[in-house]
């Protein structure tokens, strides 16, 4: 571990991208020498859509797009591990430079665009893994789709039945409209032809959404989420927002993640808390990079957290250090686990 954290440091003297594809290749290589990570504390563990979670923590997707080491980012401690997002058929993104480290706000811009190798390279490598940690696979459309829908069904067709959960992606602002299927008519017609195609399996069904919504379109979204059957909300995607920042690369197009998006994000999931209760599943994402900020997401009522950002600047050993944090905040606050302080801080 201490190697992969170190090597975060030496890696920032590469260009993001480059450090980002010699990173799969470093973890790839070691994963088979990584040791088991030590059992999680049980006051971490967490129930959620019908599966066990050791601990809440889990990686957010855009790491692994091709699902090439979720076993191997397991091994860092993670509860759970998120691939994708995966369209049908590969696709290369937007030119480079298109990923880019804003160190001063602890924060990134990418503007990646999807690149992946397709829903058949991601079947072969979740079907060749050998652990059975809990991996959910995030589907999404080509940016050249005639009919954006169909890919999602294709997508959970393929995939589906290799993972553990299905993250329906309509929050990315790098595919071009790729946000409008966010709007009340669409989304009820792509989640319905969702849970059309999972009949007979219980699958669960999970939506990301953009941080980027006023209140009209998150009482949208909460309509339909409410009248359809999935099981939970991950919010956030990476917002188009710039708030005040300091980076040189502060203009880049794209999304921006990390310790900027941790407040608006975390507001966005308090609002769809307070719209939907405990009817499903949230999952709090955007600038955690401490236990006080992932306690932060689970008291304004996520069950699960996710991130990526913080990874690049701390390396995986922050994970296990996240989940110490957390445990030391249910002992400060009298929690008897994470289940009990979900939502405490909701209102
Ligand atoms: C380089 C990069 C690529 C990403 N790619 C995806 C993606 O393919 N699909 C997706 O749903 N989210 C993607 N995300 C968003 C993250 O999953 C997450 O929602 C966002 O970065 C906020 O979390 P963070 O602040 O901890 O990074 C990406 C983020 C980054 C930084």
Same mark, same amino acid.
Do not use: W
């Given at each position: ?9 030496? #890696? ?7 450090? %980002? ?16 990570? =030590?059992? /999680?504390?049980?006051?971490? +563990? $967490?129930? &959620? ?11 957010? +997707?855009?790491? /692994? ?26 696709? &290369? ?15 990134? $811009? ?40 169909? *890919?999602? @069904? ?11 959960? @299905? ?29 059309? =195609? ?15 919504? *006023? %209140? %009209? ?15 939970? #909300? ?14 040189? %690369? ?16 975390? =507001?966005?999931?308090? !609002? ?10 949230? @999952? ?35 994970? &296990? ?9 249910? !002992?400060?606050?009298?929690?008897? *686990? ?10």
């Amino acid at each position: 571990m201490c190697f992969f954290d170190s090597a975060a440091g030496l #890696l920032r003297a590469l260009s993001a991208e480059r450090a %980002h594809n010699l990173t799969l290749t470093l973890v790839g290589a070691a994963a088979p020498f990584l040791p088991r990570p =030590a059992a /999680d504390d049980r006051r971490l +563990a $967490i129930t &959620a859509f019908g599966l066990d979670f050791p601990n809440p923590v889990g990686l957010a +997707a855009g790491f /692994d797009k091709n699902a090439q080491v979720p076993d191997a980012m397991g091994k860092f401690g993670f509860g759970f591990v998120e691939c994708g997002t995966v369209t049908p058929r590969p696709q &290369a993104g937007n030119p480079q430079p298109r990923l880019f480290r804003l160190i001063e706000d602890g924060a990134v $811009i990418n503007r990646m665009g999807f690149n992946n190798g397709g829903m058949q390279e991601a079947a072969r490598n979740l079907k060749a893994r050998r652990g059975r940690g809990i991996v959910g696979i995030n589907i999404g459309a080509n940016k050249d789709s005639a009919d954006r829908i169909s *890919d999602y @069904v294709l997508g959970f067709a393929a995939l589906a039945p290799l993972a553990d959960y @299905v993250t329906v992606n309509v929050s990315s602002p790098n595919t071009p409209g790729l946000r409008g299927l966010q709007n009340r008519e669409e989304l009820t017609r792509l989640l319905d032809s969702l849970i059309t =195609a999972r009949a007979g399996t219980k699958k669960p069904i999970l939506l990301k959404i953009a941080p980027d919504l *006023d %209140h %009209h379109a998150l009482d949208e979204i909460a309509a339909v989420v409410r009248t359809s059957a999935i099981e939970g #909300l991950i919010v956030s995607n990476t917002t188009i927002a710039r708030p005040m920042l300091k980076s040189s %690369h502060a203009r880049e197009t794209g999304g921006l993640s990390g310790r900027p998006l941790l407040a608006p994000s975390t =507001a966005v999931l308090r !609002a769809m808390r307070q719209r939907l209760g405990k009817s499903v599943t949230l @999952v709090g994402v955007g600038g955690i990079a401490c236990g006080a900020d992932a306690y932060e997401k689970i008291r304004a009522g996520a069950s699960l957290v996710q991130l990526y950002t913080a990874l690049v600047y701390q390396g995986p050993g922050l994970v &296990a250090r996240i989940k110490q944090e957390l445990l030391a905040c249910l !002992a400060r606050d009298g929690y008897a *686990d994470v289940t009990a302080a979900i939502g405490s801080g909701a209102d």
